[in-house]
């Protein structure tokens, strides 16, 4: 057997200790990241969902709204004795109440941070290593 002097240092044992620290710290690193990963999947999805409703309803809305209001401003016309301009203005504002439904639907989607559990968890990660 091999002895270590006396006041001479036997690495051997730190090295064990500072090898699973570093596996410990590693293990927990990727947990984090594959869950930041997953976090980032999830807020990609519904940032792409979000902005896919918006140009929907814009791609249907346009069209559809065109004629809706020309026959609405043409039967409001008829029916109720306003005017061309009288009606055209009532149906407008109509049209601008149902736009800026659609649009307040697709920014609630769009508005939810992003990464927050990933920003979170960095956030006490800081911490611990500043020893806080």
């Keep these: 057997m091999s002895e270590v002097p006396a006041g ?4 051997r044992p730190s090295e064990g200790v500072a090898n699973r620290l ?4 590693e293990l927990i690193a990727s947990a984090h990241a594959s869950r930041a990963k997953e976090e980032a999947s999830r807020d990609l999805s519904r940032i ?4 896919l409703l918006i140009a929907l309803a814009v791609a ?5 709204l065109f004629l809706a209001s020309l026959a609405a401003v043409l039967l409001l016309e008829d029916q109720a004795r306003l005017g ?15 736009a800026l439904a659609i649009a307040a639907a697709g920014r609630t989607r769009l508005s939810a941070p992003v990464l927050q559990e990933t920003r979170a968890t960095l956030k006490r990660a800081a911490t611990v290593l500043r020893g806080a």
């Excluded at 249907?60 to 559809?64: F, G, I, Q, R, T």
Aim: aromatic share 6%.
């Design 84 to 98: 061309f301009p009288t009606s055209a203005a009532v149906v407008a504002c109509i049209d601008l109440v149902l």
């Design 8 to 11: 001479a240092s036997d690495d």
């Design 22 to 25: 570093f596996g410990a710290v």
């Design 60 to 64: 249907l809305v346009m069209p559809a």
């Design 48 to 51: 792409a969902s979000g902005a």
